[in-house]
Structure formats: structure tokens, C-alpha cells
């Protein structure tokens, strides 16, 4: 188990260095840290933003594939409820990083089913309230939570308009490499980084779904999927009003 | 008006060391608990991914709003320069800081990681509030501290009035930062308003009087000392106006969330269909934090006893944790409004279907973490009233009114 988190501490640490001398001052490398966090070979920069295209009409009433995928590749189906737990407690504590959300319309009373997760706010409230600066921001659009440095407060917790955040409330026996997760800290989707710095260029509930409700992308590249459905149909912003301009953006809801 | 004398607390050494023993055991218990919280994890609270912030939270805001409002009575004889309550300076000075310690005692020990609280003093996010705040926290010990040995030292005496405005300059941007925590949270319908800033303030100067009164009626009566009329009459006075300006700011606060239409169901919630959150705002955070203390207050019989004064302190204290309660954990309680003229139906992660507020039962140990941070307050007090001349020997009204004499 130590050696696992070893490696997961190691790595998370070359990748995070990297972005994190991006976000202290954009567009300034401070030093060339990027060198080690292999196999990502350029430093993260705003050329690219990524971002989601989500179809709420193509999303199925009922379906938990990009749940279970989320969960199984960033390992958060390895976090057991601790024993002597109480289960409907517990529910309520486990981590989440995407979940089914069902509406009914108060008017037409119609339903729809969309998946909910961090939304990658280019102004990210739980960056701005982070007293440490945990939470943060990759040039790329990547909201993440450097886990080393998080002292557990929540406040990015309070301050997240979607709810789209967890607090590990018990000790993890079992991690991945590549999602190191400790007990006492914040955490939430990011786009499945570990993918995108190993040069993949697919999330895991992207890949799961087999209805096609969601399209990831960069969405600086107009060529890109996302961008082209972005272009094609309507889409929406989740409380458009606080202006976060987020990366995962609604159509149909 | 005659020389004011000052000196330590003077009760018989079996009592004051008993009275210690006994806060030392609520303190153990609660390092106990802190212990088992930390170890297992937070599971064993009450908190969750939808209330992330419970009792501990609801301990530490009391404690750390009323400390600036305990500065207060200090700052009415500095700043303003109201001779009468000069004497009253050094205690309030140091409530401010036992107050305020006992606070970030207990927000610290509830963190995930506060092993890694070195990290957050090195790691600095310039554009969190929550980080200026430990800036403010930091300086207001500071401040308070030189502005107490200001007031000790007669050597000192001619800076004290310069350091004595800064204090409360301070103080002021304190609970404002303190206010700001919520204030900034605009995801939320209850904390998304300008009021909370002025509000908190307000609540500090109720609070911190209240809990000043009940430390300084408690030490003058277990040694002997006296306190006059007139001086508790003041005092007095200016709880019932403080707890009726709470009242004010209650008031109005809800009444522009009615004005907006946005805001109308967190207010059905808090003020009609919220269960123990609508229970706790009339019966606490109204009833008793605000009316009946101001009943008492302005009673003309019952305000004049000393009896009324205590019991009209005391539910002032309650009825504010009752308020920071509703605020702290009815305003997670209530379901954020993500999907407007839609209602959720289902949800993988209990975002409020069909309206159902989010649950919170506060656990053992985390109230047992906030009543411990109680102790410290209280016990911190103690020891400096004891070792240190914090007491004014006596505040009959021959010492303590200026108008004495000539009346
Ligand atoms: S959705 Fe929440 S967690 Fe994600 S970036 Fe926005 S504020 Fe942060
Ligand atoms: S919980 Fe961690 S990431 Fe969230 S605000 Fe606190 S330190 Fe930052
Ligand atoms: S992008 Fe990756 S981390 Fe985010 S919800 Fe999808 S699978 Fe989970």
C-alpha cells in the first residue's frame, strides 16, 4: 500500500508542479518542471481549454454507465464505507464526482435526466475562497484540488454552485496510482486529468456512455467535436446568471 | 471619581483550582473526541458532502464573532472616551483574546488535515477572504495584547489611546471578515446577501457584551468584589439597545430576501416549513435571543435586578448560538437552487429532490469539540484574571461613576 501511494504522491506531484507553476503567474513558466512530468512533454497552457457538450434528451432515465465508470477509474469505488457505519449516513458522505440528476419542468412537467459534475468554471468560486490555494486552476480549464496541500476546510465545499465536490470522510485503504486520495480532503472531477496528460484525449463517462449525451473536447479548437455541437445546437450554462463560464455546457434541458 | 486599584483575582485557591480541574476535564474530553474524529475520519460526525460545515463550525463562529464584541466595552472607554467604562478595559481585552482562541481552536481542530495548518500559513491565497482572515485573527491578538499592556503600564499610558482606535478599527474589519466568510458564498440563497457584513457586527457587539457581563458579574461576586448600580445599569442599557439593533438587522434582513422574488423559498423555508431550522429562528435565534432579553432589560423591575441582567445575558448567549446555528447549518440545509422553474425529481447525490432539505443530526463528538472550546475560553479567563491584574478592585459607584460625587 505505501509503495502505491509512493508512486501516486510522485506522480501527482510532477503533474501538479508543472500546472501549479503555470496558475502562480499564466503564461510565465518559472522553471522547467514540465521536463520531468512524463510522459505530458509540453507545459499546460490556455492554448487549449477543455470542456464538455452535455445532450440532456439523449441522457437515459435510470442510467448509471458514467457513474460507475467515474467511479472505477478514479478508483472512487475502491472507498469503503468504514465499518460500524451507518449506511444512510454514509451515503450521504461517500465521494461523488458525477452523478444522474432528474428534473421535472414545473410547467410542462416534462423530465429530463442529465449527469451533474464540476462544471470547470473559468471563475471558479472554490478557487477564489481556497485559503491555500489547493484548489486551482489549470491553464487548460482543469479545476482540480492539489491534495498536498488541501487542509481540509470545505470552504471550496460552500462556495461551489453545483454541489460538485467531496470530502473523504473515512480512511482508504486501496488507491490508484493516478487519483491519490487521502482522508481529511476535498476532491471532484477533473476531467479525468490523468487521461489527458497521457496524451488520451477521452474521459471515462464519455467513453461509458453509450447514448452519446456527452461530448468532451478543447473547446479553443474550432474544429473539435465539442465545439462543432456547441456551433449546432442551443446550449445552456448551469445558473448562467453567476457568470463562471463553465467548461460543461447543456443542451435540451 | 477616585483612583481606580486593580488586582488579581482574589477567590481561596481549592475553588479556583477546582473550577480549573473541571474545565481541564471538559478540555481532555474534547481533545478525546478531536482524537477519535481525527483518527476515524470524519465519518463519525454528522457532516456530510451537503452539510460540510456542523457544530464545530457553529462553536467557533460564536466564539470568534463574540470576541470582537467583548473588545467592545474597551473600545466605548478608548475610542469614545467614556470615562466609566475605563475600567472595564483590560477585562474586555482579555475576553477578546480568550474568546477568540477558544474560536480558532475549535475551527482548527475540525479541519481534515490540521497537521498541515503550517502549509496553510505558507501556502497564501491573497484572494481568499478565509486567508485574510487569519491575518485579521493574527493581528487582533497582537493588538489586543499591546493595547492591554497599554492600559497595565503607566508608562505606556499616552500611547493608549492611539493603539485603543486601532483596536477597534480592527475589530470592526474582523467580524466584517468574519461576516465576509458567508457574504462571498454566492452559490447560496441564505448567505448570498450585503446585510451579512453589518449584520455580524452587529451580533458581535450583543454577544460579546452579553458574555462580558456574565465573566464580570461571575468574578466580582466569587471574590467579593463590587460592582454599583449605576455602572451595571449602563451596561444594561446597552445590551437592550445592541440585542434590539440584532433584532432590527433580523428584520430587515428578511424582509429584502421577501422583497426579492428569487429569495422567497429559502425564506418560506427559514420562517415557515424548515422544521427545527423555522423552530430555532422564532424560538431561538427571535424569542429568546431577542425579545425576551429585551423584556427583561426594559422591564422596570426585572431590569433593575442583577438576577435579570444574568438571566437576559444568559439567553442572549443561547438564542445567538441558536442564530449561528439557522445561519451555518439552515443555509446548507436549505437545497441550492441549480435549476430554476425545475424541480429534482431524483438525484445521485441528494441534491434536494422534490425540495427535501438536506439532513444533519449534530454527533456527540463534535459537540463535545465545541463545548470544550467553551472550556478554554473560559478557562484562559480564569488563569489570567488570577495571575495578572485584570480586575478593578471595585466598581461600587463611589469608584467607578464619574458623576458620583456631584450627584
Ligand atoms: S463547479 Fe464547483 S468545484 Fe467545479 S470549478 Fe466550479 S466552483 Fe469549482
Ligand atoms: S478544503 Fe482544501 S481545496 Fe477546499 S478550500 Fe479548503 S484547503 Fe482549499
Ligand atoms: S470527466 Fe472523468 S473525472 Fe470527470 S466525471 Fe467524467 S469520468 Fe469522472
Known amino acids: 500500500m505505501s509503495k502505491v501511494e509512493q508512486q501516486g504522491r510522485r506522480e501527482f506531484l510532477k503533474g501538479t508542479a508543472a500546472t501549479a507553476a503555470i496558475s502562480i503567474a499564466p503564461g510565465v513558466m518559472l522553471h522547467s518542471l514540465t521536463a520531468d512530468a512524463a510522459p505530458r512533454t509540453e507545459a499546460v497552457t490556455d492554448k487549449v481549454r477543455w470542456g464538455m457538450l452535455i445532450d440532456a434528451n439523449k441522457c437515459a432515465d435510470g442510467c448509471t454507465d458514467c457513474v460507475s465508470a467515474c467511479d472505477k477509474e478514479n478508483g472512487l469505488d475502491l472507498v469503503n464505507m468504514p465499518e460500524g457505519a451507518d449506511e444512510s449516513l454514509w451515503e450521504r458522505q461517500r465521494p461523488r464526482w458525477i452523478r444522474q440528476v432528474s428534473l421535472k419542468d414545473n410547467l410542462s412537467g416534462k423530465i429530463t435526466h442529465l449527469p451533474m459534475m464540476c462544471q470547470h468554471c473559468e471563475k471558479p468560486p472554490c478557487v477564489d475562497v481556497c485559503p491555500t490555494g489547493a484548489s486551482f486552476r489549470r491553464a487548460d480549464g482543469i479545476v482540480m484540488v492539489d491534495r498536498h496541500i488541501c487542509i481540509g476546510c470545505r470552504y471550496c465545499m460552500m462556495a461551489c454552485p453545483y454541489k460538485a465536490r467531496s470530502f473523504i470522510h473515512a480512511e482508504v485503504a486501496e488507491k490508484l496510482t493516478h487519483t491519490p486520495r487521502g482522508k481529511g480532503c476535498v476532491e471532484s472531477c477533473n476531467l479525468c486529468v490523468h487521461r489527458l496528460d497521457n496524451g488520451q484525449t477521452t474521459t471515462a463517462c464519455q467513453d461509458a456512455c453509450q447514448h452519446q449525451a456527452i461530448v468532451f473536447g478543447d473547446l479553443n479548437d474550432p474544429e473539435s467535436a465539442v465545439s462543432q455541437a456547441l456551433k449546432k445546437y442551443p446550449s445552456v450554462q448551469i445558473r448562467a446568471d453567476l457568470k463562471l463560464n463553465t467548461g460543461v455546457r447543456y443542451s435540451n434541458i | ?407
Not at chain 2, 482574589?10 to 474534547?30: E, K
Not at chain 2, 456530510?48 to 470582537?68: D, E, K, R, Y
Not at chain 2, 473600545?75 to 467614556?82: Q, Y
Not at chain 2, 445567538?320 to 446548507?332: K, M, S
Open chain 2, 1 to 407: 471619581m477616585k483612583k481606580i486599584h486593580f488586582s488579581e483575582w482574589g477567590i481561596d485557591s481549592p475553588r479556583y483550582w477546582g473550577m480549573l480541574a473541571v474545565l481541564g476535564a471538559i478540555i481532555a474530553v474534547a481533545g478525546l473526541a478531536v482524537f477519535y474524529m481525527e483518527h476515524n475520519g470524519h465519518w463519525v460526525t454528522g457532516m456530510t458532502n451537503q452539510v460540510v460545515w456542523g457544530m464545530p463550525h457553529v462553536f467557533a463562529i460564536f466564539l470568534i464573532v463574540a470576541a470582537s464584541g467583548a473588545l467592545n466595552v474597551a473600545s466605548i472607554g478608548t475610542a469614545f472616551g467614556k470615562k466609566v467604562y475605563k475600567p472595564l478595559g483590560r477585562l474586555s481585552g482579555l475576553l477578546a483574546i480568550t474568546l477568540l482562541a477558544g474560536g480558532l481552536a475549535v475551527l482548527v481542530l475540525d479541519l481534515g488535515q490540521p497537521g498541515r495548518l503550517l502549509i496553510a500559513m505558507t501556502h497564501y491565497n491573497f484572494k481568499s477572504i478565509f486567508a485574510w482572515n487569519i491575518y485579521l485573527y493574527t493581528g487582533f491578538f497582537a493588538i489586543v495584547a499591546l493595547y492591554i499592556w497599554f492600559m497595565m503600564d503607566w508608562r505606556m499610558n499616552k500611547y493608549y489611546k492611539p493603539v485603543g482606535v486601532f483596536a477597534f478599527v480592527w475589530r470592526l474589519m474582523l467580524t466584517t471578515g468574519t461576516g465576509s466568510i458567508f457574504g462571498f458564498i454566492v452559490a447560496r440563497q441564505g448567505y448570498d446577501a450585503a446585510i451579512m457584513a453589518p449584520m455580524f457586527v452587529i451580533m458581535s457587539f450583543a454577544y460579546g457584551l452579553a458574555v462580558y457581563l456574565l465573566v464580570l458579574m461571575f468574578a466580582f461576586k466569587a471574590d467579593g468584589r463590587e460592582i454599583g448600580d449605576v455602572l451595571l445599569k449602563r451596561l444594561k442599557n446597552l445590551l437592550g439597545i445592541f440585542v434590539a439593533a440584532v433584532f432590527y438587522f433580523t428584520v430587515v434582513y428578511h424582509l429584502t430576501n421577501l422583497y426579492g422574488t428569487e429569495n422567497h423559498e429559502y425564506e418560506a423555508f427559514i420562517l415557515r416549513d424548515g422544521g427545527i431550522y423555522t423552530l430555532l429562528f422564532w424560538g431561538g435565534w427571535v424569542l429568546i435571543g431577542c425579545l425576551i432579553p429585551m423584556g427583561i432589560i426594559y422591564h422596570p423591575a426585572l431590569g433593575a435586578t442583577r438576577g435579570g441582567i444574568i438571566a437576559a445575558s444568559t439567553l442572549v448567549v443561547l438564542g445567538g448560538f441558536a442564530t449561528i446555528y439557522v445561519i451555518v447549518i439552515g443555509g446548507q440545509a436549505f437545497p441550492m437552487a441549480m435549476f430554476p422553474g425545475k424541480t429534482i425529481v431524483a438525484s445521485g447525490f441528494f441534491d434536494g429532490v422534490n425540495g427535501q432539505p438536506m439532513l444533519y443530526s449534530p454527533s456527540l463528538p463534535e459537540i463535545l469539540l465545541g463545548l470544550g472550546g467553551v472550556a478554554l475560553v473560559l478557562m484562559l479567563t480564569f488563569i489570567g484574571i488570577r495571575v495578572l491584574r485584570f480586575l478593578p478592585t471595585s466598581l461600587a459607584d463611589e469608584v467607578a461613576d464619574p458623576h458620583h460625587a456631584k450627584s
